[in-house]
């Protein structure tokens, strides 16, 4: 029995630590559960190992037998204090190398701006760096396994830890409503809500130059932010909504000319038997439809902020582009096939 528990000690130093020492050598960490972190992976790691060992130990210990006495057994129990040591040595390094980098990490980190921008996309993005998130999840682990010494600057951290969350789900959705609208938004529709933008990116640039993740008081900032971004992104997707829906309208004609050859066949004439009846009908339904394009064409107008500004060059441009998707639609109608 002595035999098979010596034999067991030494499987777990050169099959468990040394493999583990060998690929933390290589790859920078030790190889552990993909949702853990690193540095609290490696010590819950390590302190199942020491239990593990000490399993067996205390339970070979407990045999009513004189083998528990013997030198052999003392070479065991000698052999184990050493992995213990080992074990408890790496622990003590790795930690000490994590809590000596991390105040200062913290320190820098937070009081990084809230935004960073592409000079030529002009979209922007959230600059939270990496580095916080991975501490929030260390210092979370670290708690869950009682580790004493963990930095007061990474406990204040993790004690907002929630209001992180808060912020960066507020300027994330924020983030993409406004790249989305400098991405899908065509000049005829950005010239009608330049002043909207121009307001906009008079907050971002706060969020730039003044603000950083250390400031007072910026959950106020967010929210009046994300509100004129969500307000101006629904009032396009509105007004682009009721464009496609012009667009829906015309397909049929487009589809169907209003005259077409007999049988379907190219080699013959144009069918235009009945053809006051068929430009009669055809003038009625486009003229429904022309009612239900004014009325969309007025909702865009609400949207945009041109009801009293209906000569605006800025409209006149946007109308125009309208009038052009209509134009090509109802060429497509009396054309021949």
């Known amino acids: 029995m002595s035999s098979i528990l010596n034999t067991n000690l030494g499987n777990v130093l050169k099959l468990y630590f ?3 020492l060998s690929h933390q050598e290589k790859y920078g960490q030790f190889i552990l559960d993909k949702y853990m972190p690193p540095v609290a992976g490696s010590l819950r790691w ?3 190992l020491c239990t ?7 339970s070979f210990k407990t045999l009513q037998h004189p083998i528990t006495q013997s030198q052999e057994a003392k070479d065991i129990y000698e052999k184990n204090e050493i992995i213990q040591s080992k ?3 790496l622990q003590s390094k790795l930690f000490l190398e994590w809590i000596q980098v991390i105040p200062d990490q913290i320190e ?3 009081k990084e701006s809230l935004f960073k921008r592409d000079i030529q996309t002009k979209k922007i993005r959230l600059n939270f760096n990496p580095q916080l998130s991975a501490i929030l999840r260390e210092v979370h682990y670290l708690k869950l396994i009682d580790q004493d010494g963990i930095p007061e600057k990474a406990l204040e951290l993790e004690e907002k830890n929630e209001t992180m969350r808060k912020f960066t789900e507020k300027l994330n959705s924020t983030i993409t409503w406004y790249n989305k609208i400098r991405k899908t938004t065509r000049d005829v529709e950005y010239n009608l809500i330049a002043t909207e933008i121009s307001n906009i990116d008079s907050l971002i640039d706060k969020g730039q130059t003044q603000f950083s993740w250390n400031s007072q008081d910026i959950w106020d900032y967010m929210v009046n932010l994300h509100g004129l971004v969500e307000n101006l992104q629904s009032h396009l997707e509105k007004s682009k909504t009721n464009l496609e829906e012009i667009r829906n309208a015309l397909i049929p004609y487009a589809r169907q000319p209003l005259f077409e050859r007999r049988d379907g066949r190219k080699d013959t004439c144009l069918h235009i038997e009945s053809r006051e009846e068929r430009v009669a009908k055809r003038f009625s339904e486009i003229k429904q439809e022309g009612d239900r394009i004014r009325f969309l064409l007025n909702e865009n107008m609400h949207i945009f902020k041109m009801d009293q500004n209906a000569c605006d060059p800025k ?3 946007y109308i125009d582009y309208i009038d052009d998707i209509v134009f090509n639609y109802l060429y497509q109608c009396v054309g021949c096939r």
């Open 87 to 89: 074990i408890r040595d």
């Open 46 to 48: 390590m302190n199942s």
């Open 52 to 58: 593990r060992l000490n399993t067996q130990i205390d």
């Open 315 to 317: 409209w006149q441009k």
């Open 108 to 110: 820098k980190n937070m």
């Open 18 to 20: 040394q493999e583990q």
